[in-house]
């Protein structure tokens, strides 16, 4: 389903070692709910029951949601239906884009909001909730009958108006960390209201459960470049699907792992790296330069799947002079050909890498893909002794924002 299938280097003497404690050490916390989730028949029930029932009642679904509440869900729906126009997420609050995606909505009674905070206090979810609620009552409309929420099975501002306005809600689990929280109903909803198959998803997450080796040599790749001082991990995606996937992997990655102190408070050794996404073969174009031959930094996983490199038509007239070399060749040719003489330069140049192969993007295949990440990344925190499941900086710009807002 997914292959390491290329390396331009053994992990570091120990590192391999290092991973298998580290994800061992993982599996045993039955504290981390992303484990489980596999398992837990009702989240799935529910996720599909509400996903299918807004879709016989709205024509379009809006997810209001930040970070995690998001990303993961806009991963899947654009993985996995890339042209569809029938769910939109919005987490961002630059306001001429709001008003403007507001004003051009089609009619609202056949808008539905899914609002996801896993606090239930996220005050940008909140303020673009309220003023989505102010919109339909400027309408006479009644913006609780146009409503779910995703939320904690516990007191919050989200929570308490869910109840007091009867409106629908869905559980966001009490042991699962926002940016880990795409196999649950915050990714699922939104699929299931696409008429996406969840229980294929359920099915790849479960086989990279099942994947303790390919888990284990990526994370001591991983810990191999940390130690070489590779300070940015660049995550590049030869297949356009996979975009948002890329953005999710990038929260993921950089709210778990970096961090300043580990669980005893000194300074983690080797520190975790700065993550940086590409895609192919525009990137080509782009950066490509500066990581060919900018400082030697960088450690770069790419992502290549046979489907984008295999499919349409061959090209019988090459139009333009000195491109006969491309008679009968297909896009996807090129794309592979870019792909791997992309890897091949940077290897001559002594850019370290590695290559992960899918066949398709399917729904086995994302399931997979989120769930091998999230343990991946959990391995990594486990071999840096850091806490992998908070983000106190975070949490301080959510500080210093209230504190602005009051003065």
Known sequence: MIELTHSTQAPESGCLERAQVAFEKLLTRKELGFLEVGRRDHLWDSALSCGRELSKVAKRLVVLGMGGSSLGGQALVTALRPFGERVEFWDNIDSFTFWNRISRLPALQEVHWLIISKSGTT?????????????????????????????????????RWAEDDGIRSCEFPLDVG??????????????????IDIDSLRTGAMWALGQRALVENLTAHFLTSFIASKGITTFWFYCDRLFFFGEWLKQLWAESLGKSKTRSGQPPRPHASTPWCCHGARD?????????EGPQDKFVTFF??????????????????????LKDRR?????????????????????????????????????????????????????????????????????????????
């Open 178 to 195: 926002g940016r880990f929280s795409v196999l649950t109903p915050v990714g699922f909803v939104p699929a299931a209201f696409d008429e």
């Open 331 to 407: 896009l996807g040719d090129l794309l592979a050909a870019e792909a791997e003489g992309t890897r091949c330069s940077l290897e001559a140049q002594g850019v370290s890498s590695l290559t992960l192969s899918m066949e398709k993007v399917g729904g086995q295949e994302m399931g997979a893909l989120f769930m091998l990440f999230e343990l991946v990344v959990g391995s990594l925190g486990e071999a840096l002794e850091i806490d992998a499941f908070n983000q106190p900086g975070v949490e301080l710009s959510k500080k210093m924002a209230r504190q602005a807002l009051s003065t």
């Open 123 to 159: 005050a940008e979810t909140l303020l673009m909730a309220a003023f989505v609620s102010q919109h339909y009552r400027s309408r006479q409309l009644e913006f609780k009958n146009f409503a779910t929420i995703i939320t904690e099975p516990k007191e919050n501002a989200l929570k």
């Open 304 to 325: 290549r799947v046979k489907e984008s490199e295999l499919g349409g038509a061959g090209l019988i007239d090459p139009l333009f002079s000195g491109f006969d070399f």
């Open 284 to 292: 080509q174009h782009s950066v490509l330069q500066q990581i060919a």
